[in-house]
């Protein structure tokens, strides 16, 4: 397993404006995702963030909206842009070790926009 | 492609009763089966899985059996907790999908009352 921190785990934000989630983790690891996860919703893989290379976006997610980093092997960051309430949601990165394997989720960023 | 179909919640019980809570799946192979639970304000935690056909994932007295004949992975516990309260989401990977992106079930909040 391993020890995923995300911050911040919640923030009330202004719409319009933009917030950078972290995600750290406590070794090296290839694959690391996003997720969000809409109030009473199960949860939606927003991209893959691949070390070295822009992020793959899955269908409905676009870079713009959410521009992903992923500088080295332990540690990425999701930003959310231009926020509108719509992207209130719980925000969650996760790595997986290898193919066919669990994924390990970080405890989630509780993101509400007013 | 792949999918997840979960029970509809919420489920509310009393407590030390028996828990089922079905999970069935669609894949083109044999996928790796998951049960994960997010306790109130948390992220998602590991709670058991398998990998192949008539294992059986077992954790904290929670277990699921892979039946690759019906292809379910039904969640039961024989005597629950008010701390067990919590949602409960069903998952795949691989399974003729991608290795490494995990698809989820819409999730089952379970609420066990004292």
């Known amino acids: 397993s391993a020890v995923i921190s995300q911050k911040p785990s919640r923030d009330i934000c202004q719409r319009g404006t933009s917030l950078t989630i972290q995600c750290q983790v406590d070794?090296?690891?290839?694959?690391m995702f996003w997720y969000r996860q809409q109030p009473g919703q199960s949860l939606t893989l927003i991209a893959t963030?691949?070390?070295?290379?822009?992020?793959?976006?899955e269908s409905g997610f676009v870079i713009d909206k959410f521009p992903i980093s992923r500088p080295n092997l332990t540690f990425s960051t999701l930003t959310v842009s231009n926020m509108s309430p719509e992207d209130s949601s719980i925000y969650l990165c996760s790595v997986v070790w290898g193919p066919n394997t669990e994924a390990f989720f970080g405890q989630g960023t509780r993101l509400t926009v007013v | 492609g792949n999918s997840v179909t979960q029970m509809e919640g919420p489920v509310t019980l009393s407590e030390e009763a028996f828990l089922t809570i079905n999970c069935t799946y669609t894949a083109t192979g044999y996928p790796s089966l998951f049960w994960y639970v997010q306790y109130p304000g948390e992220g998602l935690q590991l709670l058991l899985k398998?990998?192949?056909?008539?294992d059986k994932g077992s954790n904290k007295g929670f277990e699921a059996t892979y039946r690759k004949e019906t292809t379910s992975f039904h969640l039961e516990k024989g005597s629950v907790q008010v701390s067990d309260s919590a949602v409960y989401f069903c998952a795949l990977v691989g399974g003729g999908g991608a290795t490494n992106k995990l698809i989820f079930g819409t999730g089952t909040l379970l609420a066990v009352q004292p």
């Open positions: 963030a691949n070390q070295g290379s822009e992020a793959t976006y």
């Open positions: 398998a990998t192949k056909a008539d």
């Open positions: 070794s090296q690891v290839t694959m």
